[in-house]
C-alpha cells in the first residue's frame, strides 16, 4: 500500500500539468514577470547585472548573477573589483536564485536591499537547477549528471562560488546568507577550515541541518522506503525540473487554483499564505520549481530518519563511496564561523526542535532570533521579512564586512 502511495504523490507531481485548469490558459497574466528570467528581472528592476559562469571540480558549470551597484548606478569596474564588500545569496531547495529578487517592490528583496546598501551582490543557483544545468563532462540526460545530493553541493558547489567571488573581486574575505539548503551547504562546508577562512559572516535564513522533526509529507512518505526502491519508483535524474510545460501552465493553475501550488510546495516545505502576497503567487510559481536530483530528494528523506549524515547509498554502495557500511555522520560542532540564524515557528521543514537543537551545538553563534508566525518560505517570499529580517540582516553584514 505504501508503495501504491508512493507512485500515486510522483503522478500527482508530474502530471500536474494534465489539470482540466488548463483550458484556461488563454486568460493568464499579462505581468512581464512570468517570463523574465532573473537578469531581465534585475535590469527591469533599474540594477546592473552581470552572468557569471563558475565551473566545480567536477565539472558543472553554476550560473552565478552579479549585482555590483544599487538602483540607477553603474558599474565603474564590470566584471572586475569595485571596492565593495561582497555577500552570496544562495537560495534553498527546489529553488533559484531568482527568488532574492522576487518580490513584488525592490524594497522587498534582499538582493536589491543589499546593492542599494553598498554590497556587491552575488547569487549563485546550485547544480541541476534550471540556471546551472550543464556539466563539462555528463550530458544533463545521463544517469551520472544527476549523481549528486547536498553533499555534493557543500563540498563543490560552496567553495567553487566562493573562490570565484574572492578571486573577481579581490577581497579577502565575503559574506553568505543561506536559506534552507543554502544554509545546509554552509554548515557542512564551512567545516572546512579553509572554506570558513574566507567567510566574515553567515546569515541563515530558515536552517535546515537536522531534520527528525520534519513535517514535509513528501520527506516522510519517501523515508518509509529503501534507496534502491526510491531510485526505481522516481528514476536515477531530475526531480520536478522547471520545464518549458511547467513554466507555462503551473502560472495558470495558482491563478486559478491557489491551494493546488500551496499544497505541491507544502509537499516539501509546509505552506502558509499568512504573511506572503498571494496574488504574486503566479509570478512565484512560474520560476518554480527550480529543478534538482532524484538523488537530493532522496537523501533529504532519509535525513528525516536517520538524521545529519552524508547520503546512504545501502550497504554495498556505501562501502564502494566511504569504505564502511555505514555513510559518515557529518558533525555540526566542527562549524566554527560566525553565524546569525533566523527561525520560524510555524516552519515545517526547518522544525523549531531541529533549530534549538543546532542552536545549542553552535559555538560561534551570533545572535539567533525566532519569528513565531514565520513559515519556511516566509523568509524569501513574505512580504513583510524586509521589516523582520533583512535591515537586522544588512547592519549584520556591514559589521562583519567592516571588521
Known sequence: MKLLYLYLLVAVLFSIANSSLFASSSSSSSNPDLVRNISEIIQARGYPVENHQAITPDGYILSVQRIPAGRYQNNPNPYGSNGKPA???????EDLGITWVLQENVYQSLGFILADNGFDVWI???????????????SSDSKEFWAFSFDEMAQYDLPTVVDYVLETTGNKKVGYVGHSQGTTMAFIGMTNQTVADKINLFVALAPVVRVTHCESDLLNILSDFNVDILFAALGFNAFLPDTPFLQKYLPVI?????????????????????????????????HE???????????WSQA?????????????GNLAHYGQATPPQYNIRDFNVPVVVYSGGQDYLADPTDVQWLIDRLSSLVNWKSLPSY???DFVWGENAYIDVYGEVTQYLLKYANA
Open 375 to 377: 513559515s519556511h518560505l
Open 289 to 299: 520549481p527550480g529543478g534538482t536530483s532524484v538523488q537530493n530528494v532522496i537523501h
Open 87 to 93: 555577500v552570496i545569496l544562495q537560495h534553498g531547495v
Open 254 to 286: 495558482c491563478k486559478n487554483a491557489p491551494s493546488i501550488c500551496e499544497n505541491s510546495l507544502a509537499l516539501i516545505m509546509g505552506w502558509d499564505e499568512a504573511s506572503i502576497n498571494t496574488t504574486r503567487l503566479p509570478v512565484y510559481m512560474a
Open 124 to 138: 549563485n543557483n546550485v547544480r541541476g537547477t534550471t540556471y546551472s544545468n550543464s556539466n563539462i563532462n555528463y
Open 304 to 316: 528525516t530518519k536517520d538524521g545529519y549524515q552524508k547520503f546512504d547509498y545501502g550497504v554495498v
